[in-house]
């Protein structure tokens, strides 16, 4: 377990100011890095506690993969933003929440800045989309989360 | 079904085995919990409603529900986003009789695939920690990913066997879950393999290790602390037996009642093989899969004493 160090901490809230609008995120939480750029989020207390034990494996829950300078939010990740998210969120209806879930390829409205974007549908956060230049969504969906298609 | 398994449960005192055998051949009612960190009881529901689910709550569980109508959940946008959690509704019990509150420090010994940590995380609130363990390096995946999908952000994760855990947490824990590997009698209807598989060698084995387990979750509870122990087996050599050894072995372990409300279950058993157990067993609940139409359970609340009080 290697918590972000000040750096490391300040660079990715930067990326996450510039890429979706978001103001001090994660804010009470440890941030851990998780090899392969991916970003873990813990609570101050359970960080504490995995000190004191042994084995151990994992801590708290994935919130986000830094690729290439760019920020792609897992489904939780964007869930605890909730609310701080203010740029590149696209709205999705009830259809459209599912066709994201299932990872499939969607076309996208409107102009957007940057590689990435998150879906929303109501209140509901889907974590990040990669959007291509001709505006074309690929959803960031793991196998394992996706809806089974019919 | 072997012979020497209904030879078994027929010594087993009030076990019905025409009625056992009837709830064998029914498929166990589908549970699921709403996810109350994510979003709200109602939202999430009134989700559920608008697609056509149709459900009734579950008494002895908060949050839990019973699935009457409307298709596989499993395969729904709210389950993928980690709004509801699969699981039987009695499976839902133990956790309900451990009740953790905000800022209880909590193990799961053997915690793969993960519901009943869930389960814990939710009850937390936010508030305190889940420590999952488990020694199935394949499991752990599955509980990781039921952590990651119901957002629990207060977690640890170990994987160890749980039997050494003191060795590094002893006297730590606020409450400890022992929901030990069983013989499985109590859900032959998910997989009738079970009853193939069964044998009393198998019992006797497990029976070991579920003590072996049991006092390792003790050793780690403060004094003053709760632990609960349960299996889905109906076996007295995996529940009472194992109880009655605890109680012998730590005199500072003291059973406490149950109080589940609307769940149908009898005492645990206090006379086995012609030998009297300890009378306080009959504090412990054996829940047989006819008495609901669900999961079969065995339940026990064990208080650790602070200076032998």
Same mark, same amino acid.
């Given at each position: 377990?290697?918590?972000?160090?000040?750096?490391?901490?300040?660079?990715?809230?930067?990326?996450?100011?510039?890429?979706?609008?978001?103001?001090?995120?994660?804010?009470?939480?440890?941030?851990?890095?998780?090899?392969?750029?991916?970003?873990?989020?813990?609570?101050?207390?359970?960080?504490?506690?995995?000190?004191?034990?042994?084995?151990?494996?994992?801590?708290?829950?994935?919130?986000?993969?830094?690729?290439?300078?760019?920020?792609?939010?897992?489904?939780?990740?964007?869930?605890?933003?909730?609310?701080?998210?203010?740029?590149?969120?696209?709205?999705?209806?009830?259809?459209?929440?599912?066709?994201?879930?299932?990872?499939?390829?969607?076309?996208?409205?409107?102009?957007?800045?940057?590689?990435?974007?998150?879906?929303?549908?109501?209140?509901?956060?889907?974590?990040?989309?990669?959007?291509?230049?001709?505006?074309?969504?690929?959803?960031?969906?793991?196998?394992?989360?996706?809806?089974?298609?019919? | 079904?072997?012979?020497?398994?209904?030879?078994?449960?027929?010594?087993?005192?009030?076990?019905?085995?025409?009625?056992?055998?009837?709830?064998?051949?029914?498929?166990?009612?589908?549970?699921?919990?709403?996810?109350?960190?994510?979003? *709200?009881?109602?939202?999430?529901?009134?989700?559920?409603?608008?697609?056509?689910?149709?459900?009734?709550?579950?008494?002895?569980?908060?949050?839990?529900?019973?699935?009457?109508?409307?298709?596989?959940?499993?395969?729904?946008?709210?389950?993928?986003?980690?709004?509801?959690?699969?699981?039987?509704? =009695? *499976?839902?019990?133990?956790?309900?009789?451990?009740?953790?509150?905000?800022?209880?420090?909590?193990?799961?010994?053997?915690?793969?695939?993960? *519901?009943?940590?869930?389960?814990?995380?939710?009850?937390?609130?936010?508030?305190? =920690?889940? =420590?999952?363990?488990?020694?199935?390096?394949?499991?752990?995946?599955?509980?990781?990913?039921?952590?990651?999908?119901?957002?629990?952000?207060?977690?640890?994760?170990?994987?160890?066997?749980?039997?050494?855990?003191?060795?590094?947490?002893?006297?730590?824990?606020?409450?400890?879950?022992?929901?030990?590997?069983?013989?499985?009698?109590?859900?032959? *209807?998910?997989?009738?393999?079970?009853?193939?598989?069964?044998?009393?060698?198998?019992?006797?084995?497990?029976?070991?290790?579920?003590?072996?387990?049991?006092?390792?979750?003790?050793?780690?509870?403060?004094?003053?602390?709760?632990?609960?122990?349960?299996?889905?087996?109906?076996?007295?050599?995996?529940?009472?037996? =194992?109880?009655?050894?605890?109680?012998?072995?730590?005199?500072?372990?003291?059973?406490?009642?149950?109080?589940?409300?609307?769940?149908?279950?009898?005492?645990?058993?206090?006379?086995?093989?012609?030998?009297?157990?300890?009378?306080?067993?009959?504090?412990?609940?054996?829940?047989?899969?006819?008495?609901?139409?669900?999961?079969?359970?065995?339940?026990?609340?064990? &208080?650790?004493? &602070?200076?032998?009080?």
């Amino acid at each position: 377990m290697r918590v972000l160090d000040a750096g490391e901490r300040k660079y990715f809230e930067l990326r996450l100011k510039r890429q979706y609008g978001v103001d001090k995120a994660f804010e009470d939480l440890i941030l851990i890095k998780a090899g392969q750029g991916r970003v873990r989020a813990v609570t101050k207390e359970a960080f504490e506690v995995a000190k004191r034990l042994k084995k151990v494996q994992q801590v708290g829950v994935y919130v986000a993969k830094i690729s290439k300078g760019d920020v792609i939010l897992s489904i939780e990740g964007s869930q605890m933003l909730n609310g701080k998210i203010t740029k590149n969120v696209i709205d999705l209806d009830e259809e459209g929440a599912e066709r994201w879930m299932k990872a499939e390829v969607m076309p996208a409205q409107g102009t957007w800045e940057g590689k990435y974007l998150v879906g929303r549908c109501g209140d509901l956060y889907l974590g990040s989309s990669r959007i291509t230049r001709d505006g074309k969504l690929y959803p960031q969906i793991a196998k394992w989360r996706r809806v089974p298609i019919e | 079904m072997s012979e020497d398994l209904k030879e078994y449960l027929n010594k087993i005192p009030d076990l019905d085995l025409d009625l056992f055998l009837e709830s064998c051949e029914r498929s166990l009612p589908e549970g699921f919990r709403v996810n109350t960190i994510k979003s *709200s009881e109602e939202k999430i529901l009134n989700r559920l409603r608008r697609k056509g689910f149709i459900f009734e709550k579950i008494p002895w569980a908060r949050y839990g529900y019973i699935l009457k109508e409307g298709g596989e959940l499993g395969r729904t946008l709210e389950h993928m986003l980690g709004l509801i959690y699969l699981q039987g509704p =009695v *499976s839902m019990a133990p956790v309900e009789v451990l009740d953790p509150k905000p800022g209880d420090i909590v193990l799961d010994l053997c915690a793969a695939p993960g *519901s009943k940590s869930t389960q814990i995380a939710q009850l937390l609130g936010g508030e305190g =920690v889940i =420590v999952a363990n488990d020694v199935h390096h394949e499991r752990i995946k599955a509980l990781s990913s039921n952590l990651q999908r119901f957002g629990v952000i207060n977690c640890v994760i170990t994987l160890t066997d749980g039997r050494k855990y003191p060795k590094f947490a002893r006297g730590f824990f606020d409450k400890v879950l022992v929901d030990v590997p069983c013989s499985s009698l109590g859900i032959i *209807s998910k997989d009738w393999g079970i009853a193939k598989s069964w044998s009393s060698s198998l019992v006797q084995r497990l029976s070991k290790i579920q003590y072996q387990l049991l006092a390792a979750g003790f050793d780690c509870l403060k004094p003053g602390g709760v632990l609960v122990y349960s299996t889905c087996t109906l076996t007295v050599e995996e529940n009472e037996l =194992v109880i009655d050894r605890l109680l012998k072995e730590r005199k500072n372990a003291r059973l406490d009642e149950i109080h589940l409300p609307s769940l149908r279950f009898r005492k645990g058993v206090v006379e086995w093989d012609g030998k009297h157990l300890d009378q306080d067993l009959e504090k412990t609940i054996r829940i047989m899969p006819y008495d609901n139409w669900a999961e079969g359970f065995y339940i026990a609340k064990i &208080v650790k004493e &602070v200076d032998g009080k």
